[in-house]
């Protein structure tokens, strides 16, 4: 079956510009989740949704950054006014449950890099 | 606050040998999870293998296996029979364990693996 996707795969933006990445989780996963992963490091959590709400946006590093997943499904993860500190790969991971070892489904990213 | 350690940035084995990626992790918490990722060039990350705290007994997945010592906090990954394939980037996870509303993985540092034929 198909697994997570995300649109687009590389954006170039220039510095202030405001971006939209997206991201299709596997049909029926519950649980969605953004990081956000430096070049040559580990990924870094963002932020977590359970159906269409969002429980849990301690990782985003500043109010530029707003994620929502109005229908419980597809998510968008907007960087507003971006900064060359927001250049990095953005990942988007999907579960069928938050609950017990569930394994968490990656997307291949978008890289972002800002002029 | 939970941190996940891994201190070898490059390994290196050759094809057909055995390997091991080293993984400490801090936490107070009793019970969690654990996982070992890899990441490809191509950037999708797959689950390699999974470790619930609560069980004594290692996991194993055909030709990986975990050393869980949870006293220690270390949870190293065996590769044996080291294919080609294998070469990637591996990422050692943390997840808090049922009492947690979040289903949030915490990540080390990565190690690359190397494999040379």
């Known amino acids: 079956g198909a697994g997570v996707s995300q649109s687009p795969r590389y954006k170039v933006a220039k510095r202030g510009q405001d971006v939209a990445l997206r991201c299709d989780p596997i049909?029926?996963?519950?649980?969605l989740f953004w990081y956000q992963q430096a070049l040559g490091q580990g990924p870094e959590f963002l932020t977590y949704?359970?159906?269409?709400?969002?429980?849990?946006k301690s990782g985003l590093p500043s109010d530029r950054f707003f994620a929502e997943r109005p229908e419980g499904s597809v998510s968008t993860l907007k960087i507003q006014r971006t900064q060359q500190e927001d250049s990095a790969v953005y990942l988007c991971a999907s579960s069928l449950l938050t609950a017990g070892p569930n394994e968490q489904f990656f997307g291949p990213g978008t890289r972002l890099t800002v002029l | 606050a939970q941190t996940v350690t891994q201190s070898q940035p490059e390994m290196s084995v050759q094809e057909a040998e055995t390997v091991t990626l080293s993984c400490t992790y801090d936490?107070?918490?009793?019970?969690?999870?654990l996982f070992w990722y890899k990441q490809p060039p191509s950037r999708q990350m797959i689950l390699v293998i999974r470790q619930e705290a609560y069980k004594q007994q290692n996991a194993t997945e055909n030709r990986f296996s975990v050393n869980f010592q949870k006293a220690a906090k270390s949870f190293s990954l065996k590769i044996s029979d080291s294919q080609l394939g294998d070469a990637a980037m591996y990422f050692c996870a943390y997840r808090r364990g049922p009492s947690s509303n979040t289903g949030k993985l915490i990540f080390g540092q990565g190690t690359t693996l190397q494999v040379k034929p």
């Open positions: 949704f359970q159906n269409e709400a969002q429980l849990d």
């Open positions: 936490t107070s918490e009793s019970d969690y999870y």
């Open positions: 049909s029926g996963h519950v649980s």
